[in-house]
C-alpha cells in the first residue's frame, strides 16, 4: 500500500517554472514505477510523464516533452516534477501516480493503482 501527497502547485504566470513534489509513504516505493497525469477542467486525465523505479527509463507526452522533468529520490521517497516554460493551456489539477505491478511505466491512467489527492496549478497569460 502507498499514499502519495502532492505538493508545490499554484499560480504562475506564462513562461514561468514550478516544481512539483509527490510524498510517498511505504518502505518499498523504490520499487513502483510513477507517473504524473494532470486534468484539465471538461477534459479527460491526460498522461504526461512515467519513470520506472531505477529511473532509467521515462516516457514523456509530446505535449510537455522538453519543458516538463521527472526526477525521483527514493531515500526520501519522493517524486519531483519540473515544468518550465509554462503555458496557459497547463492549467490543470496535476496528479502523480504509481504502481508495483509494472516494471515500464505505463502511458495511460488505469495502468496506475495509486494515486494522490492532485494539485492545482494555475498559469496565467
Known amino acids: 500500500q502507498v499514499q502519495l501527497v502532492e505538493s508545490g502547485g499554484g499560480l504562475v504566470q506564462a513562461g514561468g517554472s514550478l516544481i512539483l513534489s509527490c510524498a510517498a509513504s511505504?518502505?518499498?516505493?523504490?520499487?513502483?514505477?510513477v507517473g504524473w497525469f494532470r486534468q484539465a477542467p471538461g477534459k479527460e486525465r491526460e498522461f504526461l510523464v512515467g519513470?520506472?523505479?531505477?529511473?532509467?527509463?521515462?516516457s514523456y507526452a509530446d505535449s510537455v516533452k522538453g519543458r516538463f522533468t521527472i526526477s525521483r529520490d527514493n531515500a526520501k521517497n519522493t517524486v519531483y516534477l519540473q515544468m518550465n516554460s509554462l503555458r496557459p493551456d497547463d492549467t490543470a489539477v496535476y496528479y502523480c501516480?504509481?504502481?508495483?505491478?509494472?516494471?515500464?511505466?505505463?502511458?495511460?491512467?488505469?495502468?496506475?493503482?495509486?494515486w494522490g489527492q492532485g494539485t492545482q496549478v494555475t498559469v496565467s497569460s
Open positions: 501516480a504509481a504502481d508495483f505491478r509494472v516494471v515500464v511505466p505505463g502511458l495511460t491512467d488505469h495502468e496506475y493503482a495509486y
Open positions: 519513470m520506472s523505479w531505477t529511473g532509467s527509463s521515462t
Open positions: 511505504g518502505r518499498i516505493f523504490r520499487r513502483y514505477v
